[in-house]
């Protein structure tokens, strides 16, 4: 062989080297021991990777897809309907809020879903108000609850479906005079767990620009683009050897990786995200804890007390999960094989309806065998009899959440059977506990606790927490803490405070280049709001109307700030501009009665009270009880010298609020005419 021919076959052997090992290192990438993944290892972390929807997944995955959509995540959302609905609902489904007054009666319009509020008055109707249901959310297995949309803004409806005991009842959370009828926000922390991650406007709270049907396929492996782009093109890896980082098997993470993908939606409770993060951001495969931080409350004596979706919460506290870990394999493919996880028992694939009660029982015997313990199980065999010898439902009793009422969840902290003794112990808060996160900082734990008392329970305890976290002695100590610091003192209603952090750190820093950004969950929008009430409770409306203008260019979706600059510009005595800001509300959301209230409120200022009557008139028929517009109605009213009316008008506001000092002098001003 020539010199030249030797040079080229050593060429060619080189370059078909480089080939095969580029198709090897792109088609069949070794594992790295499984918890050493890191998120940049699956290329569907990458910001170009983008979601493709569930009809992709099952062109090459049907038979997964068909079981997986009667699952519980594959019928948590969609369009209302018959088929959807797992309501009964007949003439007689009536429910009555004792607290707001008012009944509410839910019925079938043709395919149409519809929720009638009305007041009673001896027997006649004297208010009715009828909404659409657009979405049923739930899968039914045990609760259908009813979401309306007003131009895309997505609010909670106040009739909710328990479909274990077959009982219409107000909503979690609308009990006990917290009735907030069709006005609670469903916002991008409610959607994206209880959905596949919609189209979100920005600079909103609760507005959508699409919403898709159900959890699919890529809430748990991440968007598929790029792994469906790989297959097209003829790219292939053996799964039995190795890991496909086009897509994330949550079978195939370390364990706790794959617990972060069930925990972000089934470990609800307090979520506080981390700086700069939103519910978009975390991925299947990435560590939770770099996004948000879940907390949830710890009482002394009180471990039989839980919220419904906190399952790796309470599996976690289990001695099964604790022991299993140490026997993990963390080198393996499937780590999880040799420990305990959701996936021991649960497959996310199949529905729990139809798995039958000897799956989860062999899960258990995979430990507890009569090789491992001295017999199988030591109940008295009659007790064993009663329950077919079913683990659960000793092991893991059914019993109520916290937060949901009329339902019964099978609590996963796997113990022995507790005595009702040492149920009934009373019961003492210890404090707020991370769940998700060994040792969170300063600044999340003082959110946990601030929005603890914001979202759940007005315990004054959770703010003198929350300030133990946060320091404001030094000037850069306000600047580190500004936006806590100022919902903080908010929330206490110290505006005097809050104006002195703004002129400790400088009024024009805090509006250049402090709180300048728009983000997701609006965070230096709502922290400009906060500032602009505090000007306006010192009767300072310029500097009122600066920072509510700020916050309006930064959330222009958000009618409760626009509303804000409104009121401003009237105090401003800027009537003509005020008028357009309201017509502005209304024309995105017609329904929003703050707008109403003050949009009639300025054209009767405006000297045009026949406009001023018909906009109260709206208001009315979608909430006859918003003090600020009754007492507007009044104000109509006397200037169109209807004294009886707006005596009656004003007895309708003091008999809901007594402490109305304004209504009550001037209802005493007008029993003398």
């Known amino acids: 062989m020539s010199a030249f021919l030797k040079k080229l076959s050593v060429i060619t052997l080189f370059i078909l080297l480089i080939l095969l090992m580029t198709y090897c290192g792109n088609a069949e990438k ?39 959509i009667k699952t519980g995540m594959g019928k948590s959302f969609e369009h209302a309907s018959r088929s959807k609905s797992a309501a009964k609902l007949d003439k007689h489904t009536v429910i009555y809020d004792k607290f707001s007054d008012f009944y509410y009666h839910p019925y079938w319009d043709g395919d149409s879903m519809r929720i009638m509020e009305f007041r009673l008055k001896d027997k006649d109707t004297i208010y009715k108000r009828i909404e659409k ?55 991008l922390e409610c959607m994206s767990c209880h959905n596949t991650l919609p189209g ?38 053996d799964t039995s050897k190795y890991i496909d980082y086009s897509i994330v098997n949550p079978g195939k993470l370390s364990i706790e990786r794959q617990f972060d993908v069930c925990q972000r939606c089934h470990l609800q409770g307090n979520a506080v995200l981390k700086e700069g993060k939103s519910f978009f951001d975390f991925k299947p495969g990435m560590k939770l804890s770099d996004h948000l931080t879940v907390f949830l409350p710890r009482y002394k ?41 959701c996936v021991t028992c649960h497959n ?79 019961k003492e808060f210890i404090g707020l506990y991370a769940v998700n996160e060994k040792s969170p900082s300063n600044k999340v734990l003082a959110r946990a606790y601030i929005q603890q008392y ?109 509303n804000k600059l409104g009121a401003s510009l009237m105090a401003k005595n800027e009537v003509p501009n005020a008028i357009g800001v309201f017509e502005s509300i209304l024309k995105e959301n017609p329904k929003f009665v703050p707008a109403l209230t003050n949009l009639g409120y300025a054209y009767l200022v405006s000297g045009n009270a026949v406009r001023a009557e018909i906009y109260y008139k709206r208001a009315l028929t979608l909430d006859p009880d918003y003090e600020p517009l009754l007492m507007n109605t009044a104000g109509l009213m006397i200037y169109q010298k209807k004294y009886s009316e707006a005596r009656e008008v004003l007895s ?8 109305n000092e304004q209504a009550k002098s001037v209802l005493a001003q007008l029993k003398s005419l």
């Open 133 to 187: 249901v657009d979405y049923i959310i739930g899968s039914g297995q045990h609760t259908n609850s009813h979401i309306q949309s007003v131009n895309g803004y997505l609010n909670q409806m106040p009739m909710t479906f328990y479909t274990q005991k077959g009982k219409w009842d107000l909503p979690p959370g609308f009990e006990n005079g917290f009735n907030t009828r069709f006005s609670r926000k469903i916002g």
């Open 348 to 426: 996310p694939h199949v529905s729990v309806k139809v798995t039958g009660t000897n799956v989860f029982n062999d899960a258990c015997l995979k430990c507890h065998n009569s090789s491992t313990h001295n017999g199988i199980c030591t109940e008295k065999l009659a007790v064993r009899n009663k329950v077919n010898d079913n683990c659960v439902s000793c092991h893991m009793p059914r019993s109520g959440a916290i937060d949901i009422p009329h339902v019964t969840v099978h609590d996963h902290y796997i113990r022995k059977p507790m005595k009702k003794s040492d149920i009934n112990k009373v």
């Open 454 to 562: 914001d979202k759940f329970e007005y315990n004054p305890a959770f703010l003198d927490s929350a300030k133990k976290y946060l320091s404001d002695k030094t000037t850069a100590d306000v600047k580190d803490n500004f936006e806590i610091l100022i919902h903080l003192a908010f929330i206490k209603k110290d505006y005097a405070k809050i104006i002195s952090y703004v002129n400790h750190v400088g009024r024009d820093a805090v509006l250049n280049s402090m709180l300048t950004k728009k983000s997701w969950s609006n965070d230096n929008a709502w922290t400009l709001y906060r500032i602009g009430e505090s000007y306006t409770s010192m009767a300072d409306q310029d500097n009122a109307y600066v920072f509510y203008k700020k916050a309006d260019a930064l959330a222009p979706f958000n009618p409760e700030f626009k």
């Open 652 to 659: 309708r506001v003091i008999k809901k609020n007594p402490n």
């Open 200 to 237: 979100f406007t920005e600079g909103s709270e609760n507005k959508f620009t699409s919403v898709p049907e159900g959890v699919n396929c890529e809430r748990c492996h991440g968007p598929g683009s790029i792994h469906v782009q790989q297959r097209s093109t003829g790219s292939k890896v």
């Open 30 to 68: 070794p594992a790295a021991p499984v918890d050493q993944v890191s998120p940049t290892t699956f290329l569907n972390h990458s910001d170009t990777a983008r979601y493709v929807g569930m009809s992709q997944c099952k062109l090459c995955h049907q038979s997964i897809y068909d079981s997986f």
């Open 301 to 341: 004596d009180a471990d039989d007390e839980f919220i419904m979706a906190s399952h790796a919460d309470r599996l976690k506290q289990s001695p099964c999960y604790i022991q299993s870990i140490k026997n993990a394999d963390t080198n393996s493919l499937r780590p999880y094989k040799n420990a305990m996880t």
